[in-house]
């Protein structure tokens, strides 16, 4: 139903709106006589009633308003001579819900037209509301349930007129009873809480936090467990609350995301603080000004899914939300409320100390029995899951109601068996321990069932949908083509299947279903960018109408179209949204960030479609800049064109040094050395001899060096260093250095080092000091260099000394002096000056084996680690086991090692499980080597576990127990904190191909492959494509690599291309070959191109194609002037022609 027009207030208004208008509509459902027909939204009378319903006594006609502003005389009195206008014979009424003038106080009826007047009182509706659904569900003999309940189930009704589409047409009373009855029988499964815990913490909730709690609260549960739907309870019972905000899964920056989010929910209530510390661009303190509106206002806001701004390896979100939430929570008498919703456990430091935290757990297994029987019944699938088993199962999937609720849609088509065969791991006889993450994937393995049955236009309406990253409305999808179908009957069917969710704040897709079908839709590049867009036109329409004011307001909007433009390569159409809204993104930009570019692409294609868009009278320098640096990193077409147009326009007498850096890259790139030069000497006219004008020369050298124009560079060098004042001689004096030892200028390199040793007051020196001992010692000046070392360490002020400490103790060991190097290396344990001392223990233990004292390098070793003076004794320790290891004594190493795994600060370092197991295994001690890794992979807090996990698989198929050891390498898989997951992919499909089974390897790496968020896809792509050919597969091999050179954010591309023309080759495909790498070198630029030129003239050569192949080198060689391999095969390649 339409709730926005005339209702002022936002939100709250709408809901008051909504809850009134349910309160009727329950009303008339119990009229005395009885409604004949009613009508929702009716077409007719101007569209200005919102129902229209008749019985015995006449025709009645209403029209509901809210607002949570102050209704006045004027404005009433004028919508009531609109009704007037517009009735027929029937008769009307005006509902006002909200305050209202005092001239309004005695006003009843305005013509014709009643007045009925209600308090915005959301509580007190939804009590009404709740009392009214009691006396209806008494007379359809329905459960009846608790009055917490029926409030819920209230809520559940709002929601649903909230996104009912009506037809207009009259619905009979028989009809409309339907309809209502069927909301109330389905409302307890979206809405009521079940389990003891949900209920008492529901209550500590409302009756403890929101009225005495501390501001912040903390909400946290494994996913599934039904902690939004918490959320929302709880917010049900606080007069103002904004819907849920969440993070999208693949934000650019998750912060600014919900920030984002907020002042658009926060301005469409009146609460503008946000939105004015966004148009203050980077200046503006977004934290700061919703601090100011959480102690000010008495408002609950809910962030949905905060872990996501939880860095990988703990719990802690960015600064600014913990310097928030410390704030808050030390606040004077605050009187908003912040809910933090998380699926990962949040540790109690600093910055929650004060939250209240709560963990939502699985319901018990008799609460779950009961919920699983409930949802079965709904579904009329009691037969399908044997009463005793109920129990069983719950436990096993440790009491998820969202996957119980899942295991019933696919009860729909499958038997309880087939389904539970999905995860042996959870279903095989015998005790199982709940694990989430299991349970997760057996749900997942659920959904791509039902969606591997969903064809046509009901799977292409799904996954068009399901690009969507927040909750959207109807008119989503009211532009869906759908050919057999309409739009709002899949909707349904999705709903139904509970694929689809329908929630205060629109449709949203269930989050499993969601990342899978957008991972197949990523696979079919047209109609990934047909569904963006179509949600890029959903999101137009604010912007497209003929008033656009407020257009602040429209900012979450605007967001989401930035995101869908992207990526249905739209992106230059931002400015025709609002060019307020693309000055805002633009002001967002910190100054300080000009000379990044963005890491994210659609950040970068973002920017640079922003900036190239604003007229050059609007460009400031900064920004010319910022986008000729985005066109570099780009790299794409005439990007390198581009950049070197913007940045001369950046450069003049105020100019970041950092500006003529890129100018003097860009020209030498494309004009050569004279271009660079005159760009270095416009430069440092105006940069003067400060540090800035350091990083010129240093640039220009290195250039030149790289073009091996080394007296030219030194040239340049000796220049700079002779400047009076020049700051930072020290990279300026080893570059130099560098370039005259490399032409053979031996004394004049440490001259140069010698002279910036001895200028006083010089950065960095311990780098000078080393580079030229080391010089001394090649040119076999030992004594030299040695005394150099020595008085380095005397120098006052000298950085990084253990580096001079670990060369002289070198030297000292070159000239045989064992026993002075091992005395000054403890002397430089004892130094109080030196920071870093693991190296020098390391090498002092070292030298004493060498020297047959091998008990003394292991107690210095014992001492160094029981110092605490070390940041990073771990190879201290690894040091300890080798040495023990050498000397014979492998059992003490091993010992050592273990008691490490025990020292909490030493547990979670995968190295000392890896070291201790190669240690065992070297003495064929393999079952222990094993139970250590495995000791090692159950450490929760333990990252980039993947390495114990290869380990452990390979140790056990050198057993030849390749079944056992796969399965290893799966549960590694699972397990969500190891990090290279490609790696153990990889390995996985390795053994299977070696156990024989080629076709379950392949499988292995088409999962990988599809797996959401994985690094480094490009080796599984390969090695798919591999196996493909081996099982005479070739084709699909060819397809599988072409379709990931089309992926976006794929990485690799010349080896991609490298591989799939090997695959065309080897089936006699050369023609196709070379046209794909045509397309390759005269498309987007990518990484190590210039092989790929190499690749193609050598197929056309192959050919016959010679004339071809030398103009294909020509162009490369004009494009990598410098690129040596590609001169000299151009230069073979010509040889025959000369």
């Not at 008749?54 to 809210?66: H, Y």
């Not at 300890?880 to 290891?885: G, K």
Request: glycine share 6%.
């Amino acid at each position: 139903m339409s709730a926005t027009q005339d209702n002022a207030g936002g939100p709250t208004a709408i809901r008051g709106y909504l809850v009134q208008t349910l309160v009727a509509l329950l009303k008339i459902a119990q009229a005395d006589p009885p409604f004949t027909v009613i009508t929702l939204e009716p077409a007719h009378a101007d569209e200005q009633f919102d129902f229209v319903w008749s019985n015995a006594q006449g025709t009645f006609a209403v029209q509901v308003k809210s607002t949570i502003n102050e209704f006045q005389k004027s404005a009433v009195e004028g919508w009531a001579k609109k009704l007037e206008a517009a009735r027929k014979s029937e008769t009307c009424s005006l509902m006002l819900v909200g305050n209202y003038h005092t001239s309004l106080a005695q006003v009843n009826k305005v013509g014709a037209v009643g007045i009925e007047k209600k308090n915005l009182d959301l509580p007190g509706l939804i009590g009404e509301a709740a009392h009214l659904i009691a006396k209806f569900i008494e007379t359809q003999n329905l459960n009846a349930g608790k009055a917490d309940e029926r409030e819920m189930i209230a809520h559940s009704l709002i929601s649903r007129l909230l996104h009912y589409s009506t037809t207009r047409e009259p619905l009979t009373r028989d009809e409309f009873i339907k309809l209502m009855t069927g909301w109330i029988k389905e409302a307890p499964f979206e809405s009521k809480l079940h389990g003891k815990q949900r209920s008492d913490l529901l209550n500590s909730f409302t009756t403890d936090w929101l009225l005495n709690g501390p501001p912040v609260a903390i909400l946290q549960g494994f996913p599934g467990c039904g902690k939004t739907q918490l959320a929302s309870a709880i917010a049900a019972n606080v007069p103002l609350s904004l819907d849920p905000i969440e993070p999208s899964p693949d934000a650019q920056d998750s912060s600014v995301d919900i920030l984002v989010g907020l002042a658009g929910a926060l301005a469409s209530e009146g609460i503008t603080d946000l939105m004015d510390e966004f148009e203050k661009g980077a200046d503006g303190d977004l934290f700061s000004a919703l601090l100011k509106v959480l102690r000010r206002e008495r408002i609950l806001i809910v962030v949905d899914e905060f872990q996501r701004l939880f860095s990988n390896r703990d719990t802690l979100p960015p600064v600014g939300w913990q310097d928030l939430i410390e704030k808050l929570n030390n606040s004077s008498r605050p009187v908003g409320r912040l809910l933090l919703i998380s699926n990962r456990a949040v540790k109690k430091v600093r910055w929650c100390e004060k939250c209240r935290i709560q963990e939502l757990k699985g319901l018990s297994d008799t609460e779950a029995a009961a919920f699983l029987t409930e949802q079965l019944q709904s579904k009329d699938l009691t037969s399908k899951v044997p009463a005793d088993r109920l129990e069983e199962i719950c436990h096993r999937l440790g009491g998820n109601p969202r996957a119980l609720a899942t295991l019933v849609e696919c009860l729909v088509c499958d038997s309880l068996e087939d389904l539970l065969s999905l995860a042996p791991d959870l279903f095989n006889t015998g005790d199982v321990e709940i694990n989430h993450d299991l349970v997760e994937d057996f749900e997942r393995g659920l959904i791509e069932r039902t969606l591997s049955r969903m064809e046509g236009d009901l799977l292409k309406f799904m996954r068009w949908m399901a690009v969507h990253r927040r909750a959207f409305r109807k008119e989503a999808f009211s532009e869906f083509p759908s050919t057999d179908v309409s739009a709002e009957v899949m909707r349904k069917q999705l709903i139904y299947r509970f694929l689809l969710i329908d929630t205060p704040s629109g449709n949203t897709m269930h989050p499993l279903a969601r990342e899978i079908s957008v991972t197949r839709l990523r696979d079919e590049e047209a109609e990934w960018k047909r569904a963006h867009n179509l949600a890029a036109d959903y999101h137009f329409r604010h912007f497209k109408a003929v008033q656009v004011k407020d257009a602040e307001r429209c900012i979450t909007s605007y967001a989401e179209l930035r995101h869908h433009l992207f990526e249905a390569g739209r992106i230059s159409e931002l400015y025709l949204a609002s060019d307020r809204l693309a000055q805002l993104a633009l002001s967002q930009i910190p100054k300080t960030t000009y000379s990044q570019a963005p890491t994210n692409n659609e950040t970068l294609e973002e920017r640079i479609a922003l900036i190239s868009a604003l007229p050059e009278d609007r460009r400031p320098k900064g920004l010319e800049y910022h986008l000729a640096l985005c066109l570099k990193h780009r790299n794409t077409g005439d990007d390198y064109q581009r950049a070197l147009f913007h940045v001369r326009r950046a450069v003049g007498p105020h100019a970041y040094y950092a500006v003529w850096l890129l100018l003097i890259e860009l020209e030498y790139f494309f004009n050569g050395v004279d271009a660079m030069l005159k760009a270095q000497d416009k430069a440092l006219k105006y940069l003067g001899t400060g540090s800035n004008a350091f990083a010129v020369y240093h640039l220009c050298a290195n250039l030149l060096g790289k073009d091996n124009k080394l007296d030219a560079a030194i040239s340049v060098l000796e220049k700079g260093i002779s400047k009076p004042g020049a700051k930072c001689l020290a990279p300026l004096a080893s570059l130099c250095s560098s370039f005259m030892e490399q032409t053979g200028r031996y004394d004049d390199a440490i001259r140069v080092l010698g002279e910036c040793i001895h200028t006083p007051n010089t950065p960095e020196l311990w780098k000078v000091y080393v580079q030229c001992a080391k010089l001394m010692a090649k040119m076999n000046r030992h004594d030299e260099a040695v005394a150099l070392l020595k008085n380095g360490l005397a120098v006052s002020g000298m950085t990084s000394l253990h580096r001079l400490y670990l060369l002289l103790a070198e030297l000292m060991v070159l000239d045989k002096k064992y026993e002075d190097a091992i005395c000054l290396l403890n002397d430089g344990i004892s130094d109080a000056r030196v920071i870093e001392k693991k190296d020098i223990y390391c090498l002092c233990a070292e030298l004493l084996v060498k020297d047959n004292r091998a008990e003394e390098a292991t107690v210095l070793l014992e001492n160094g680690i029981a110092s605490k003076s070390i940041r990073d004794p771990v190879p201290l320790y690894h040091k300890f086991a080798t040495i023990m290891e050498e000397s014979g004594n492998t059992n003490g190493g091993v010992e050592f090692l273990k008691s490490a795994m025990s020292h909490p600060a030493m547990s979670a370092e995968p190295s000392i499980y890896l070291v201790c197991a190669k240690q065992l295994f070297h003495t064929r001690n393999i079952d222990d080597a094993i139970g250590v890794l495995k000791r090692g992979v159950t450490v929760s807090n333990m990252a980039d576990k993947d390495q114990l996990y290869q380990m452990c698989a390979d140790l056990t198929a050198r057993q030849g127990r390749l079944d056992v050891a796969i399965g290893i390498l799966e549960s590694g898989i699972a397990d969500k904190s190891a990090r290279n997951h490609a790696y153990l992919y990889q390995t996985c499909a390795e053994l299977l191909e070696k156990a024989g089974r080629l076709d379950d390897a392949i499988e292995m790496l088409k999962k990988g492959i599809s797996a959401p968020a994985l690094a480094n896809k490009v080796v599984l792509f390969q090695a798919c494509a591999k196996l493909m050919k081996k099982a005479d597969r070739t084709s699909e091999g060819i397809e599988l690599i072409e379709k990931a050179i089309h992926m976006p954010g794929m990485t690799g591309h010349a080896n991609l291309y490298q591989t799939c023309v090997k695959l065309m080759v080897s089936v006699g495909r050369h023609q196709d070959a070379i046209n794909l790498l045509y397309k390759a070198i005269n498309g987007p630029r990518i990484g190590n191109l210039v092989s790929l030129y190499q690749l193609c003239a050598d197929l056309m050569m192959s050919k016959g194609q010679h004339s071809q192949a030398i103009s294909l080198l020509k162009k490369g060689v004009a494009l990598f002037p410098k690129d040596r391999n590609l001169n000299s095969f151009y230069e073979k390649a010509t040889e025959p022609c000369r």
